[in-house]
T-cell receptor
Framework: NAGVTQTPKFQVLKTGQSMTLQCAQD?????MSWYRQDPGMGLRLIHY???????DQGEVPNGYNVSRSTTEDFPLRLLSAAPSQTSVYFC?????????????FGQGTRLTVV | AQTVTQSQPEMSVQEAETVTLSCTYD???????LFWYKQPPSRQMILVIR??????QNATENRFSVNFQKAAKSFSLKISDSQLGDTAMYFC??????????FGKGTLLTVNP
């Protein structure tokens, strides 16, 4: 049981490049989400999904796309990377939408856009 | 929209002493959950403690306890007998009926030997 697995752990992109951050969970959790963590800002919700085929925007969705074709996977796509997207990204999952249940987090991806 | 405020960006405490981290929140909902998450230097987010708003009894997990004041919308975390391994960033978080977790900006706690 690996929990929530994020890949890669570190990435450097050039401005304008695109990439996909991978997130997979093996706990059969319905709810998955992506956060970005910036110094002094806490964690801010980018996108979330309440189940396969259903996604919605969070607090800071601009510049990011998501899809949820399976229960296990929830990739985050950066369409055209910008320096403002330099951050640490976390994927999380929980059983039922985070309502009172523990969110399990991946180990994060440190992304630098130059 | 809910907001979560942690007014102490940094705190320090001596090993074996007690420290309290503050958190206030704003919501119009009557039932919700509050959490404290710990993020050590490894970057891994770890749930420390959870409190349901309908439960008047304060949650406790070993050396960690909360002081939940619903009317004041306050949710502080007390760490007793602080240990070096408690050095971490601590985040207060709110979860309401929209199922989203809203985090505060965090408090960096350093435990000194």
């Amino acid at each position: 049981n690996a929990g929530v697995t994020q890949t890669p752990k570190f990435q450097v992109l050039k401005t304008g490049q695109s990439m996909t951050l991978q997130c997979a969970q093996d706990m059969n959790h319905e709810y998955m989400s992506w956060y970005r963590q910036d110094p002094g800002m806490g964690l801010r919700l980018i996108h979330y999904s309440v189940g396969a085929g259903i996604t919605d925007q969070g607090e800071v969705p601009n510049g990011y796309n998501v899809s949820r074709s399976t229960t296990e996977d929830f990739p985050l796509r950066l369409l055209s990377a910008a320096p403002s997207q330099t951050s640490v990204y976390f994927c999380a999952s929980s059983i039922s939408g985070g309502w009172g249940t523990e969110a399990f987090f991946g180990q994060g991806t440190r992304l630098t856009v130059v | 929209a809910q907001t979560v405020t942690q007014s102490q960006p940094e705190m320090s405490v001596q090993e074996a002493e007690t420290v309290t981290l503050s958190c206030t929140y704003d919501t119009s909902e009557s039932n919700y959950y509050l959490f404290w998450y710990k993020q050590p230097p490894s970057r891994q987010m770890i749930l420390v403690i959870r409190q349901e708003a309908y439960k008047q009894q304060n949650a406790t997990e070993n050396r960690f306890s909360v002081n939940f004041q619903k009317a004041a919308k306050s949710f502080s975390l007390k760490i007793s007998d602080s240990q070096l391994g408690d050095t971490a960033m601590y985040f207060c978080a709110f979860s309401g009926s929209n199922y989203k977790l809203t985090f505060g900006k965090g408090t960096l706690l350093t435990v000194n030997p």
